[in-house]
């Protein structure tokens, strides 16, 4: 027999194990004592509202029968070596999964990166943080697993639309991610255990025939009579199939210059800039927790989220946290030398003694008259002068300008900065002469009113780190609202956040498995 029960627990019943089976028998009406009863949490949620924090829990008993497994045995993939190719540009979550997805449904994907593999792409992430130097074509943002992988590895996403997420979930458990993945509210896997992930998807997909290549940059598209048949890379080989998915990311810059000098369609979109806000986890934690001194050794970190309207020059905009990172670091994710641009990311513990999170404000496209020039790309290019504006106030190197929250909002530059997860470094800047004044001032008005939302989060004790420029692409490819196709070249299928249709990793991964099914639905007629 199997019972189902809602519980609202203490953190110490619902994180401790032993406590948690005590709880939940007694509560299902069995004694503790029965060792034929066993429970188990299925979904579980953190709620912080009242003075007193409860976990709610939903709960299977099962009593007199087997634990059945969470994860059902996942799919065997099979061997799609001698199938037609499907190409696959980039190797993100989306690029990812739709080359599973494609040898689900008999397709050989040939998925390009110009990246290198997680593993080496290490090297060029400490050349950043501790030499400065910036490698265009392997960072936080280019190189296996895209951005994501060196990140806080957050899987919740509010989108249902696009595909299962239980099932991608299911996807990265059967790969080395743990089960309380499929329990957790707002699950998260972590920065330290995302590249043994991602090298686990990674080989599957060559288990079952694909191909994977490394270092090998796209730098031209094969269009016959309007189709897109395949792709140039940097050596001049070209690499054709059954059609293109391109999954490239928000940050390939010269994948929008090559699609608008090739006369595909594509559009300027709006998206948001500011900066990366850092607090005390301790602080965090005693506001959100209602603590006086820590959480204690059951409740993780905390974590938050903020939105306010805002009105400047006649004009109403949000202003919003982005990617917040309990227990996390903030990193340098440049994609090219001569620009700042700040990340967060968080290990599987969420352990660091900061607190960061993006506070960013939406940019529309009628905020940037003067960028008209450059059409579609319009909203890129704001971007990257922003971008290049705080590298040379921050000393022409990866150090970022910082000021301290107060000192912001009374328009005052700081004395000194705070110590900071940032390794880089900081420089003490007016972040008034780093952001377009539409962006500071909005900012500024989040702030108080972020002050008077959460007690003790505007202060001094906390400081403002920028530029947080890459929340989302500003370019959208436009595809088809049914087949996902692009409207004028066949066999082309724009997808997850380069093309502006995802907005994380979970919903990229559904994007690239709904690509590869429309894709291969459409241009293989035994599917």
């Not at 299977?60 to 696959?88: D, R």
């Not at 990265?172 to 089960?179: I, K, R």
């Not at 800039?273 to 959100?288: A, C, F, K, T, W």
């Not at 440049?334 to 940019?363: C, H, L, Q, W, Y």
Request: hydrophobic residues 40%.
């Amino acid at each position: 027999m199997k019972k189902e029960l809602q519980l609202q627990l203490s953190p110490e019943e619902a994180y401790d194990e032993v406590m948690f089976q005590q709880v939940a028998l007694k509560k299902a009406g069995l004694s503790a004592d029965n060792v034929q009863a066993i429970a188990r949490q299925t979904k579980r949620s953190i709620d912080a509202r009242g003075r007193q924090v409860r976990v709610n829990v939903t709960a299977e008993i099962f009593v007199n029968e087997p634990l059945t497994p969470l994860l059902q045995t996942p799919k065997a993939y099979q061997n799609v070596s001698n199938k037609e190719q499907l190409i696959i540009v980039g190797a993100g979550p989306a690029g990812l999964f739709a080359a599973l997805r494609a040898i689900e449904l008999g397709i050989k994907p040939i998925v390009i990166e110009r990246g290198k593999d997680v593993r080496a792409r290490r090297r060029d992430l400490a050349a950043i943080n501790k030499e400065h130097i910036v490698n265009p074509e392997s960072n936080y943002c280019f190189g296996e697993g895209g951005a994501g992988t060196y990140s806080d590895g957050k899987l919740y996403t509010r989108s249902k639309k696009r595909g299962d997420i239980r099932r991608i979930m299911e996807i990265f458990v059967a790969h080395g991610a743990t089960e309380d993945i499929l329990v957790d509210g707002h699950p998260h896997i972590g920065t330290n255990k995302l590249p043994k992930l991602v090298a686990e998807l990674r080989e599957s997909i060559l288990l079952a025939g694909g191909e994977v290549l490394f270092e090998t940059k796209v730098v031209d598209f094969i269009l016959e009579a309007n189709e897109m048949k395949g792709v140039v890379t940097q050596d001049g080989e070209k690499i054709k199939g059954i059609g293109v998915i391109l999954a490239t990311g928000h940050s390939a810059r010269d994948i929008f210059h090559l699609l608008k000098h090739r006369g595909i369609l594509i559009e300027a979109k709006p998206f948001a800039l500011g900066v990366r806000i850092e607090h005390s986890q301790n602080l965090i934690d005693r506001i959100q927790y209602h603590c006086e001194v820590d959480r204690g050794p059951y409740l993780p970190a905390s974590s938050y989220a903020l939105v306010q309207q805002t009105y400047f020059q006649g004009k109403q905009r949000g202003v919003f946290s982005f990617c917040m990172c309990p227990g996390g670091f903030i990193v340098p994710a440049a994609t090219s030398p001569g620009e700042i641009v700040v990340n967060g990311m968080s290990p599987s513990r969420r352990d660091s003694k900061f607190a960061n999170s993006g506070m960013v404000a939406a940019v529309e496209l009628d905020d940037l008259p003067h960028y008209q020039k450059y059409g579609p790309l319009a909203a890129m290019m704001f971007q990257s002068d922003v971008e290049q504006i705080a590298w040379k106030l921050g000393g022409e190197s990866q150090t970022a300008p910082a000021q301290r929250m107060m000192d912001f909002v009374n328009k005052k530059v700081s004395g000194s900065l705070l110590d900071t997860s940032y390794q880089p470094g900081l420089k003490s800047v007016d972040m008034y002469e780093v952001l377009p004044n539409f962006i500071a001032e909005r900012l500024r008005q989040g702030f108080l009113a972020f002050g008077k939302t959460m007690k003790g989060y505007l202060t001094n004790d906390a400081q403002i780190i920028g530029v947080e420029s890459r929340t989302s692409s500003p370019v959208r490819i436009p595809r088809d609202r049914e087949s996902f196709e692009h409207p004028q070249v066949k066999r082309l299928y724009p997808c997850a956040e380069g093309a502006g249709y995802a907005g994380g990793i979970v919903s990229a991964a559904m994007d690239g498995e709904r690509c590869a099914e429309k894709l291969i639905a459409q241009y293989v007629k035994s599917v």
